[in-house]
């Protein structure tokens, strides 16, 4: 059942990246069409910006998540040591190298992991975390976020939010445009005929939805990966340390917690464990993680 669920999000997120190049292709064509006089070169242009983004966060995802969250590196297994021995215990067991290990200095406890693979992941816990959870219970947590890592969860989501960075980076591009032109913009074109014109005012009113909703689009498909793998991280963090009773006692907690962190990025909120920002949106569909009495019900039913 594990690894037909596996299979599933896999296909999941083939479609889903799909529909982020289909709205990074769209609005570069509108923008190729409308100012350079060129679908073809409006669809470079993004693609280059996309593949740019992607490539630095491939590579430098650890460290540059890590930063934008205030994360601390620990070195040695005596800065925390019950945290760095849980870790290097899972780590046996899930079969992986082991992570880094970050902690971040925020009374809201919280949780996630990163990176590009196995052999270049890290995993972070807040201090309220560490401070708040039992042996039993943080070893849930960590087996939660190790299982992200041995599934490849890291890269997706990596990749995921590189992909919504650019689109909310060419469509602010292309916003910015707008508000520089005319109605049917400043280039010189001989096309003055009604089609013409009509197709251009087509165009125009599609890149401006993009404009403003392309960011939204991108939200609610990289928020989609997320809540997806939350699941499947849950079943495989039980099946790692064969102790349910862990986890559920850590979402419990977390669900009694109402305190937002102090310093999280919005980029990279879908990582956590469970939402860093505490605020829900209309009808969940902003939401970053699926309800925590949802993923309690389905782990006591394990």
Known sequence: MLYQQI??????????????????????????????????????????????????????????????????????SDQAPMLWHIVEDLSFVAKIPQPDIYIIDDPSPNAFATGRDPKHSAVAVTSGLYDMMDRQE???????????????????????????????????????????????????????DSRGNIIRLVLWLVGLVFAILGPMIATIVRLAISRNREYLADASGVELTRNPAGLIGALHKLADNTQPMQQVDDASAALYITNPLKHQNFAHLFDTHPPLADRIKRLEKM
């Open 7 to 76: 299979a599933s999000n896999k296909r999941k997120t083939y479609l889903v990246f799909a529909v982020f190049f289909t709205i990074l292709a769209t609005i570069g064509a509108v923008i190729g069409y409308l100012f350079f006089d060129s679908i073809g070169s409006g669809i470079v242009i993004s693609l280059v910006i996309t593949v740019i983004y992607a490539l630095l966060m491939y590579f430098k995802s650890t460290s540059l998540v890590m930063q934008m969250n205030g994360a601390t590196k620990i070195t040695a």
């Open 138 to 192: 943080l070893e849930g947590v960590l087996a939660h976020e190790i299982s992200h890592i041995r599934n490849y969860d890291i890269r997706v989501s990596t990749i995921s939010v590189a992909l919504s960075s650019a689109i909310v980076f060419i469509s602010s591009m292309l916003a910015n445009m707008y508000r520089w032109s005319w109605l049917f913009g400043s280039n010189d074109r001989d096309d003055d």
